[in-house]
């Protein structure tokens, strides 16, 4: 069993995952609307029905919604997406991408439970957690 998360965009899901695909890396794949068999109106056939961000394990798919197909697109704070790095470095740098245009709310640091973890708000509205088992260094700062 495997569980892959879904995300839910109005007519910005190509920006997102551009912007997740330069900070996780991996294989982006896009569908849009003009492909589909039923007529979709015009200004609608270069949203994306289906997109797909593979890397290792992981796959992250997203779509942007069609007028009365989808309900309301609303970024709630009911659901974050939690990623795992096998290295310090690889968490650092992705937790400082994820984070750029966006809103840190809780810094990436050592953690008493083990380990380094992270929270952050994207600039598209979604919730992520970065950990690591690796500790880092606290740095102290002035």
Not at 16 to 35: Q, R
Not at 79 to 92: F, K, Q, Y
Not at 93 to 120: A, D, H, I, Y
């Amino acid at each position: 069993m495997s569980l892959s998360p879904y995300l839910g965009f109005d007519g910005n899901c190509r920006e997102a995952m551009n912007f997740y695909h330069n900070a996780i890396g991996g294989e982006l794949e896009f569908h849009t609307f003009a492909g589909m068999p039923t007529e979709v109106p015009e200004e609608y056939k270069e949203r994306i029905m289906h997109a797909s961000l593979r890397s290792g394990s992981l796959n992250l798919m997203a779509s942007d919604s069609l007028p009365g197909q989808s309900p309301e697109t609303i970024n709630g704070n009911s659901v974050s997406i939690s990623i795992w790095t096998g290295d310090l470095a690889s968490a650092d740098n992705l937790f400082t991408s994820l984070s750029e245009g966006g809103t840190v709310t809780m810094p990436f640091q050592p953690v008493f439970w083990g380990g380094t973890f992270g929270m952050l708000t994207d600039k598209f509205g979604m919730h992520w957690m970065v950990s690591c088992e690796e500790v880092a260094e606290q740095v102290e700062k002035a």
